[in-house]
């Protein structure tokens, strides 16, 4: 089954605290694994994408094919990053406009 | 570029009542697809257009439908509304020529049903 999880639904962490999000999936096919967020009041943007292998505002995310792993990472977080964080998939030789999200998690950083 | 624009923003509805949801993409992006947000179910894909064919669905019912014209506007409509179809309906617009396609999505449209 397709499915993308993220175990955490809200985490809370103090201003330049590391941050880790967690995100597991299972997938039989190719799949292209993406980050979007979506701050408050705003529409939902892609943060990263593991193809082009970018760090954005300073997160970064590895694919792990071992674990089916693909954990979104930050060394010193920032009030500005709190946010909804969604993790997904797509296929990207077959369905690339198909997206499958996980539940999302919501980050809360504290001064 | 303008954005994705989805209308209307709101919109309240009675069971048993359709409903037409709209989505104009970024010009030049032939892709649409469509998304429905809800607390429970967070985000579930719909379905997807290009070129005014449906190219993928998710799994929902019949009820949900959708089309795509030639200008790659899209439309989306709920027949028979039934008091869970109650969500944040968004649709999401992409470049295929990319070869990192990435979804734009537009702010959404929230259906009520009463």
């Known amino acids: 089954a397709q499915r993308v999880t993220q175990p955490e639904k809200l985490l809370s962490v103090f201003k330049g605290a590391p941050v880790e999000l967690k995100c597991n999936y299972s997938?039989?096919?190719?799949?292209?694994l993406f980050w979007y967020v979506q701050y408050s009041r705003q529409r939902l943007q892609l943060l990263l994408r593991?193809?082009s292998r970018e760090s954005i505002k300073g997160f970064t995310a590895d694919l792990n094919k071992g674990e089916t792993s693909f954990h979104l990472k930050k060394p010193f977080a920032q009030e500005e990053d709190s946010a909804m964080y969604y993790c997904a998939l797509s296929d990207i030789y077959n369905q690339g406009g198909k997206l499958i999200f996980g539940q999302g998690t919501e980050l809360s950083v504290k001064p | 570029k303008a954005g994705v624009t989805q209308t209307p923003r709101y919109l309240i509805k009675t069971r048993g009542q359709q409903v037409t949801l709209s989505c104009s993409p970024i010009?030049?992006?032939?892709?649409v697809s469509w998304y429905q947000q809800t607390p429970g179910q967070g985000l579930q894909f719909l379905f997807e257009y290009f070129s005014e064919t449906q190219r993928n669905k998710g799994n929902f019912p019949g009820r949900f439908s959708g089309r795509q014209f030639s200008n790659s506007r899209s439309e989306m409509n709920v027949s028979t509304l039934e008091l869970g179809d109650s969500a944040l309906y968004l649709c999401a617009s992409r470049f295929l020529r990319e070869v990192f396609y990435e979804q734009y999505f537009g702010p959404g449209t929230r259906l009520t049903v009463t």
């Open positions: 997938y039989s096919g190719s799949p292209e």
């Open positions: 593991h193809i």
């Open positions: 010009s030049g992006h032939r892709s």
